[in-house]
């Protein structure tokens, strides 16, 4: 599976942006697709996730409410709306893809199987 991020940049607090991740190789409708965040001298944390099969979503409640995943099937690819970009959401983002397994909850990094290259988002203080 390969996965290719793209969308990031640098924005005003307050803004809104929209990362894309397309997927190709082999998918199964069972994964379940995430993002995650760096910033400089921080551990990757989680952002949000969505079951491919049902569309089922999961936010960090530091995004909650202002940030939204989706997923368009036939292009194979999810999305991140992002808007009201706060200085905090500064970082560079990472999507993957984590196959099905029972245990799973999909929330840590360990939890995912490929990633894809991150996308800096940067909004300024």
């Known amino acids: 599976v390969q996965l290719q991020a793209s969308g990031g940049g640098l924005v005003q607090a307050g803004d809104s942006l929209r990362l894309s991740c397309a997927a190709s190789?082999?998918?199964?409708?069972?994964?379940?697709r995430g993002w995650f965040r760096q910033a400089p001298g921080k551990e990757r944390e989680f952002v949000a996730s969505?079951?491919?099969?049902?569309?089922?979503?999961y936010y960090a409640d530091s995004v909650k409410g202002r940030f939204t995943i989706s997923r368009d099937i036939a292009r194979n690819t999810v999305y991140l709306q992002m808007t009201s970009l706060k200085p905090e959401d500064t970082a560079a983002y990472y999507c993957?893809?984590?196959?099905?397994?029972?245990?799973?909850?999909?929330?840590?990094?360990?939890?995912?199987?490929?990633w894809g290259q991150g996308t800096l988002v940067t909004s300024p203080a």
């Open positions: 190789g082999r998918t199964f409708s069972s994964d379940t």
């Open positions: 993957a893809a984590g196959e099905y397994y029972s245990g799973r909850y999909y929330y840590t990094p360990a939890e995912y199987d490929y």
């Open positions: 969505i079951r491919w099969s049902g569309g089922s979503t």
